[in-house]
């Protein structure tokens, strides 16, 4: 069975930064694209990040790039989302996700067969 576990939000004030995990199991991700996906409230869910399992190809939503770094540690099997200088705007639970790689990076939801519960991550002015 596919887990996808969320942590590390938190509320933090403008201008600061938090790193999200997320703890992959229950396959092998080698063939995947792993993604964050954040949603506000009364908002749809939107892509922010997504890295390549095997061979680790990113690809950043306009509004966090230069500010959100994705990686991923194979040993641990986890995907992190570092996020740096951090808006109000960027206020919303963020989940992880995880899709077959079918020679693109989707920035769809239905791109993607596996979730997290998501994390809030709430950023003060």
């Known amino acids: 069975q596919v887990q996808l576990v969320e942590s590390g939000g938190g509320l933090v004030q403008a201008g600061g930064s938090l790193r999200l995990s997320c703890a992959a199991s229950g396959r092998t991700f080698s063939s995947y694209v792993m993604g964050w996906f954040r949603q506000a409230p009364g908002k749809e869910r939107e892509f922010v990040a997504a890295i390549k399992w095997n061979g680790g190809t990113t690809n950043y939503a306009d509004s966090v790039k230069g500010r959100f770094t994705i990686s991923r540690d194979n040993a641990k099997n986890t995907v992190y989302l570092q996020m740096n200088s951090l808006k109000p705007e960027d206020t919303a639970v963020y989940y992880c996700?995880?899709?077959?790689?079918?020679?693109?990076?989707?920035?769809?939801?239905?791109?993607?067969?596996?979730w997290g519960q998501g994390t809030q991550v709430t950023v003060s002015s």
């Open positions: 996700a995880a899709g077959r790689y079918k020679g693109w990076i989707s920035m769809t939801p239905p791109a993607y067969d596996y």
